[in-house]
Structures are given as C-alpha cells and as structure tokens.
C-alpha cells in the first residue's frame, strides 16, 4: 500500500524550515503533496501563484513531491488525493498545543487519518513565515531563511495581496 | 449565604465543551450567569440573539442557570448581579497562562472576586469556538462538537455578523 | 447539601501559598479537610506530627477546617469523608500539566468527583515546600515563607526524617 | 526498502497508552520493535521479564511487532536492528520539551535516524506509567489503565524489584 | 567600553511593568534606549506622540534614559545607535517561545547582538499593554496599571488612533 | 563600579552550552565567578575537585572568571564576593518556570540582586548535564556536547562520586 501525506500549509511564505521537514520524510511517505491552504476572501501577503511557483522550484527534481492548493477543509482534500497521513513540524511547546487541536479535530472529522510529527531542526526553530513577512514589511533581507530557489526579486512589492 | 457565579465568555458559538463545563459546576454553585460580554464596535460570527437563544435552550430546563450578556468590564457585570466567582474552563498550558493574567487582572480591579477553574473533559479540549468558525467558514459539518439544541440551520450564512 | 472539599498534599511543610488557598476557598465550601498524604515507607523531610500540628495551629480558629491524614488513594480518602471536591492551587504552567493528568485519573476513578483549582496569589506563586526544604537544609531562614504560627524553632534538625 | 522503528521505553508497566501509539503507527512501519531500554544498576518496579511477556502477549497476533531488550545506548539499539525512525508519543507540552532535548541529542549521535511523533489519543493523555505505579502501591486498581492482557494478578507484590 | 542597551515595544501604553524592568537595569548598563518600533501603515491606540510624551515623563530625572522612535528593523536601529544590548521583560512561559524566536532571528541578523531578559516582578505579571486596552476600552479605570506620570486625562477618546 | 556576577550550577559535567553563555556574558559583567554549588551530603557524578579542574582549564586565559565552589545559600555566596547579578541559560519555556521560581525566591531573600538570563544557542539547547551523565552512564561518547579542554580520559569510571 503507497504511504501518501499531505503537507499543509499557508506557506505565506515556504521557509527553510519548511523544505527541511518535508526532505527528511522523504523516506517515510511514498508520496507527499504540499497542500497550500487559501480562502477566496482572505488573501496572502503573498499571491498564491507565486508561492505555488517558489515551491514547485525547490521540488522540481523531487518526482515524489507534488504541489497543490485547495479550498475548504483539510480532511476533504485528504480524502481527494487519497491521504491517510498529515505531516507537520513541530517547533515549541506553544506549536505543540496548537497542533494538538488541531490533529483531533481533524481525526474526530475523519477517524482514519493520522497526524505524523517531525522535530524542527534546532536552527531553524526560530524562523516562521510571520517573521519572514515582518523581515520584508520592514525593509529587511530575509532571504537566509528561505530555500535558495525562491527569488524574492521576483516580485514586486505592489503585487503584495494584504498591505 | 448564596452562591453566584458568572461564566463569561464570548460564546461565538457556545460548545459541548462550554455545556460540560456548567453542568459540572451545577452542584458548586446556587446560581450560574452565563454572561455574553460583546463590544457594539466588534461584531461576532454569529449575531448575538442568536447565540442568547441557543443557550437557553440548552438549560432551558435548568433554573440554576440564567443567561445575560454585557457590555463593559466583566468585574462590574460581577458586581451587578452580586457574583463573587467566575467559572472557567482549563483547557491547555497556553489557556492557562492567558487565563491566569485576565483573573489577576480582575482580582487587582475587585479583590473580592474569585476565578474557580475546572479542567475540560479530555474529549472535549480540542473543542473550541475559534476552530469551529474555521469549519463553518470552511463548508464543513461541525454540529457534532456543539449542544444537541444548537441547531445551525436555523440562521443562514448571509445572517453572519463579521464575515 | 453541604459542600465538602480536601485539600490534599504531602505539605512538607506547609506554606503561605498553602494557607492562602484554604482562606480564599471559605466561602466556596462548607467544610474543608486539609489531608496529608503519607506513605509508611517514604518518610518526609519534617516529621508527620509535626506537619499535622502546624496545619492545626494555622486553622485554630476556622472550624470550618479539619485537618488528618490518610494512606492509600486520595480518592478513598475522598469516599470516606464524602467529599465531592479536591480543592487544589495552581501556580505554573507545569504545574497545570501535571495537576490535569492527576485530576483525570482520579475522575475516571471516582466519576462524581470534580478537582477545583484557585490561582496563587503572585507573589506566593515561586514559594514551594521543595525550595522551603532546599533554604532549610543550606542553613538559610524560610520563616517568611511559612505561615506565622509554624515555629521552626519547635523541631530539632536531629528529629527530620529523611537527612 | 523496509521501513523499521523502535518504540523504546521503559514500560514499567506497558500501558493503554503505549499500545495505542504502537497499533495507530501499524500503517507507518513495516516493523516495529519495541524495545525495553534497561540497566543493570537500577531496578524497575517490575521485572523486566513480566514487562517482556505482558507486551508479548499485548501483540501475539501481530507479527509486524517484536520485543526485545537493550541495555546502553538507543542509537546503538536503532544502529543493530537496522532502525531507521524512533517511535513515540506525544502527551503535553511537557513532555515535548523533554523529547525534543533526546530527539536532537540521539540525531546528533546517528544524524541518519529520524524521531516521529504520534499524538496520545486524549482520554489516554493523563495515564503515564508512574501514575500506575502510584495506584498499585496504593492498593488501588488500575486495570482499567492497562491493555487487557496485563495481568497484574500473575505478579505478587514481593516480586517487586525496587520497593 | 560603555554599555548600551535598547529596550524596545510598541509601549501603548508604557506600564508600571515596563517601568519596573528598565530601573532594575539601570545598574547593568550605561545608556539605555527606550525605543518605540512604529508602522507608517498600522496606527497604535494611543497617538505615537502621547506615547513618547509619557515615557519621557516617567524618566525625566534619569539621565541615563533616551526615549526614541524608529521604523524598519530593531536590529538596524541598535546598528544605529551603537547598542550591542537588547534588553526585555520575560513573563511567562508563553512570553519566553516568542522572545525567544525574536532573539535568536535578531541574532541571525546581527550576530554582534544580544538579548537580556529580566523576569517580570509577580505582581506586575499579569499586567500587559492589551489588558490595559482592553479595560479602556470598555470604559474601566486603569490607572493603577500605569506610571504615576502617565495621565490619562491628557488625552480625549476621539485622539485614539486605531478605534 | 564593578559589575560582578556568579553563575551558578553543579555543572557535573560543565557543557559546551554552559561555555557559550558564559563567553557570550564577558561583555556585560567585568568578573564573572563559575560557583559550582556543593552538599557535603549529596555527592556528585564527577568529583568536585574534577570539576573546577576542567572549568578552570576551559577559561585559563580568560583572568575576567574565577572558579569557585560553595556550600549553602547561592545569596550567601553572592554577598561573601559582591556579587549583584546572577547569571543563567535559559534553555526551554519548562526551564524558564523553573528558573523564574528560584529566580524570585533569591530576590526575597536579597533584594539588592538582580538574575540576568541569555538564550541558549539553538544548536546547544538539547545539550544538558543530565542527558551527557545518561550517554556516559550507558557507554556513549559524550566528547561532542564538552568543552574541547575537558578531557573525559582523565577520570576512572571507578572515581566516580554517586555510581
């Protein structure tokens, strides 16, 4: 049987942490699509292309990782693609309450679905995509704590959804 | 001496968490108010009557239980009814810490009132009215995580408040 | 129906934070047993009795308290006083954690029984018998931290029980 | 290529817990031994060849399950059966900061190795094996917290090993 | 070599808290930098101007104290003025995960800096500039939480900036 | 005026991470005294006298630390060498609960000090004296997570004080 998760997220935007996760259960899933979550009336700080694009990139010789987006509830796009698993990084006790909710509510909604957990690697504890955007709102260089293929030069700061 | 409590919350929407948690409180307590605190600046997700009318049916059966909503400072709607506790409900470290400084806070503004804590159910700590707005918002069926009497198909989505 | 309470604890030995808790519960029960928790073949740092005689002191003039002690389950204990709460202080975050699994074990031991929690007052939030025990042994003076009636001076450090 | 874990622990005893982690992670791992880590110079509460045969028989009928015992280092455990992930579980926040602190030191020793986390189920979360310990020497019951086939009446309390 | 510090927030208001953190670092560092970190695009509660005013108030006798403002990052402001010091409260447990990804971000960013955390004193613990909001906002008293030289009065509802 | 600090432990073993933050205080204090806290009664893993020999060798060409060890009240020994700040590592949100207790208590007890925390390294923030006594205790190589100079080869195991 193919071991199929899903990685979800708002990925607003895909950090180093992010790609780290996802590398390291490469050998714990046959499959994996990154599934970003969005909501037609709330919009991103960045456009949904091009966060499906930063990350297609960083995946692109990674035949194994698929990238989607999807509307409504998470279980239901599990069911879609067939995915018995979530994974998610987890980087404080304060993500771990968090997370916890989260995961029962999910499996109180669909009961054969497992939340599978990896550990952030130490470093990149801090980095979350709330700083990253804070880093860029305020002038700053954030690109250390992405993946070297996102290329922040390649949008523009009026493309920006929510400012 | 009576005793007379208020559980005040916003309860947008009230769940078979905020329900375990007066029912168990019935035998500590004469009288239990529970109180909507709302801002005639913020509306909620659900209009205010409506969450008045879907508890009172959930206790419409119980008299220990009134139910009030207020607008200003939690500790005065205490001192308007003559209630020296507040009953809430613990679910998580991170609840604990918020809920800590908010009963600190209104100890130092009516040293008489006491905050009295009991533990949500295991079942039931997921359960909160954040997540269940998600599933709602998100198309999803979340009437299993509310009181048998919420019934959510007596108001339409173009009756929402704040969306 | 009167509303009894214990409030149990090994109180090695008791302390402020202990005391104020017992006050700020008077009015929430009628009656309110303070029963240490001992083992026969785990001693304690100060002797049983004398635990049991500085309790008493503290609470001389509160008939509304009783002080014993039991061996065995805390919910036995409960049965036979027939006491429908444990009445216990929270003062940290980890002590929340570890409060919650005690509290659901007893629940699913004993279901009518319901564990209520106050909040330490903040500035008795740091005293705990463990670091009172750690000042005595160094040679330091705890007596701020202890109740005005517990007279250290009444044991001789030959009498403690576990050195 | 084989996927292999280890649950490693001391399961003294094993628990209602423990088995519903090892049984939720049966889709995950083609094999997963679980593993008594003990030592020489310190006793458990039960002997190790009671905690080997009770998860024996929690798993007669699974052949994807082995148990087995080491002494020394996990990783060096993980190393000689060929593991590449550990198993474990997750209850509080508490808990997460202690098993990250040992998921980062065990990956520093063997960076090949991977920990994944499962979440306890949440009726299971408040049962840890030292609250079953504190029930049995307090002549209390806890067969409810055990999986069926621990049966504590085939020890004796003098077979105890660090009473 | 002289010491400087920055303490940095969006102070609104500076409280009593505030206060007590910055006289209790007087002694460790020479020069201490009070400094507002404001968004030309998201107003405060309090008009930026009030904020200053107070603060300046509350440390017109120590010289040792400068109160600024600055946009953009906290990192490049302390580049500005010569800080190798960020100096912060820690509160509680939840404070300490956000603090702490702060940090170690700022530190990524200039590794010539670092953060210094004084504990909250107990009884300022639960008092934090959105409480005080919060209790203005629903038309409360909310001067014992702030400095003496804080006069709410100075300032008319209709100046609030984000209401 | 001076600024002295002690930072105290039992450091059995003293760590790379316990390194890092004493290197990363040497711009903020002009002496800092390592104390290694002892008990006549209660011995440690590694001889005492091992242990100030290996921090001693860590810092010899650092004359801004003195190592020393003492008996009794950490306050005590902050009066005998004029200390006013106690330095610590804060590691994890259950070491700040922890830290904040002891913290607090030493301020009752000598209100003139202040305990100054930095953040542990991310890389080092697993590393404790626990965890390194447990890999030894097991056989492991614990060179990775010690100072370069502290030469595990330089003790028998059967010098060992509490085995």
Chains 1, 2, 3, 4, 5, 6 share one sequence.
Not at 52 to 67: A, C, S
Not at 126 to 135: E, L, W
Request: proline fraction near 5%; charged fraction near 25%.
């Amino acid at each position: 049987m193919e071991r199929i998760a899903i990685f979800p997220g708002s990925f607003d935007p895909f950090t180093i942490g992010h790609e780290s996760i996802v590398r390291r259960a490469f050998s714990l899933f046959d499959k994996i699509f990154i599934a970003i979550g969005y909501n037609t009336n709330k919009r991103g700080f960045f456009p949904l292309e091009k966060r499906v694009g930063w990350i297609k990139q960083v995946f692109e010789n990674d035949p194994q990782v698929e990238v989607n987006y999807y509307e409504g509830l998470t279980v239901d796009f599990c069911r879609k693609v067939n995915a018995k698993y979530i994974l998610r990084g987890l980087r404080t006790a304060a993500d771990f309450e968090y997370e916890r909710a989260i995961a029962q509510i999910n499996k109180a909604m669909y009961p054969g679905l497992e939340t599978v957990f990896l550990l952030t690697t130490p470093e990149y504890t801090p980095v979350t995509s709330t700083i990253i955007r804070d880093i860029i709102r305020q002038g700053g260089d954030a690109t250390k704590f992405l993946p070297n293929s996102v290329d922040l030069k390649t949008f523009r700061i009026e493309d920006l959804e929510n400012e």
